[in-house]
């Protein structure tokens, strides 16, 4: 069984760095595109970048070009987002989800708060 | 960046009606387009690919058509699990793949 797996809500300040998980099973990971979307309240849902595992090939929405990193541990199936720097606008919640036909299988999303 | 337009914005309907939204693309993407449901504190559930082909596990009520930069989802008779936000999503081109503004389907 495919499943996709986040870590839980986080709560962080202004200007402090940030990284989330989706750790994967029951598929061959290296295989698959990872895809990275962005929810915010209330609002509709925005793809932030796709990321490819067995070569570590990163494509970005200009939108989120610099802002965050994707990246991922093949040894453990494990996907990462992350920021170096977070804003009040980051808060949102933030899913990963498998490209097999199209975004097949969902993590059920890590809420991020981001508040002084 | 291809731009996505779901009409209508929302859809009220009787549960055993037919819903009918819509997605246009600002350019083509062949039939390399997917729909998605929503329900409220969920992750969005893919329901078609491929313009036209039912995800496992989806009841036959739904149903996608088009190609090019026309498409639509179909509920054949709603059922009151039906009532949620759908989104449209084209794959064809990144960067970057973008998504439908969303529908509401409500009762």
């Known amino acids: 069984e495919v499943q996709l797996v986040q870590s839980g809500a986080e709560v962080r300040k202004p200007g402090e760095s940030l990284r989330i998980s989706c750790k994967t099973s029951?598929?061959?990971?290296?295989?698959?595109?990872i895809g990275w979307v962005r929810q915010m309240p209330g609002k509709g849902l925005e793809w932030m970048g796709i990321?490819?595992?067995?070569?570590?090939?990163?494509r970005y929405s200009s939108s989120f070009q610099g802002q965050v990193t994707m990246s991922a541990d093949n040894s453990i199936t494990t996907a990462y987002l992350q920021w170096a720097t977070l804003k009040a606008s980051d808060t949102a919640m933030y899913y990963c989800?498998?490209?097999?036909?199209?975004?097949?299988?969902w993590g059920q999303g890590t809420p991020v708060t981001v508040s002084s | 960046e291809i731009v996505m337009t779901q009409s209508p914005a929302t859809l009220s309907v009787s549960p055993g009606e037919r819903a009918t939204l819509s997605c246009r693309v600002s350019?083509?993407?062949?039939?390399?387009l997917a729909w998605y449901q929503q329900k409220p504190g969920q992750a969005p559930r893919l329901l078609i690919y491929?313009?036209?082909t039912r995800a496992p596990g989806i009841p036959t009520r739904f149903s996608g058509s088009g190609s090019g930069t026309e498409f639509t989802l179909t509920i054949s008779s709603l059922q009151s699990e039906d009532f949620a936000v759908y989104y449209c999503?084209?794959?064809?081109?990144?960067?970057?793949?973008?998504f439908g503004q969303g529908s509401k389907l409500e009762i």
């Open positions: 999503h084209q794959y064809n081109k990144w960067p970057p793949y973008t």
């Open positions: 029951g598929y061959s990971f290296t295989n698959y595109w």
């Open positions: 350019q083509s993407v062949g039939t390399n």
């Open positions: 491929g313009a036209s």
């Open positions: 990321f490819y595992p067995a070569d570590s090939d990163a």
């Open positions: 989800a498998r490209m097999g036909a199209a975004g097949d299988y």
